[in-house]
């Protein structure tokens, strides 16, 4: 029973590879100085820097900005895979299982 299921956990995991990847995300920091875009497998796409909004001589600033952006950007990519993950365990579920699926979201 539990075999049909949960089907093959390696296609699964594959399948769920690729939706993250389509799913993109942006985070910024210090009033759009630095957006970073990235995908749901946590894969950096892009990142965007306004140096008009930086004090390049504050080197810790700069640093300190793409590490905020950076966490945001993975916090999202979190979340979104956990989404995700709920879409594909309810879609597993036999019909009528209503919310069962998230018991473990």
Do not use: Y
Not at 35 to 48: D, P, R, Y
Not at 51 to 74: C, T
Request: proline content about 3%; overall charge negative; hydrophobic content about 45%.
């Amino acid at each position: 029973m539990f075999g049909n299921l949960m089907g093959n956990m390696e296609e699964r995991q594959a399948a769920m590879k690729e939706r993250l990847a389509k799913i993109e995300l942006e985070a910024t920091a210090g009033d759009g100085a630095i957006t970073i875009q990235m995908n749901g497998n946590n894969e950096v796409l892009n990142v965007s820097i306004d140096p008009s909004k930086l004090d390049w001589e504050d080197k810790e600033q700069v640093e300190d900005l793409m590490m905020v952006a950076v966490n945001r950007a993975i916090d999202k990519a979190k979340e979104a895979a956990a989404q995700e993950a709920q879409k594909m365990i309810s879609e597993m579920l036999p019909p009528g299982m209503g919310d069962f699926g998230n018991l473990f979201g």
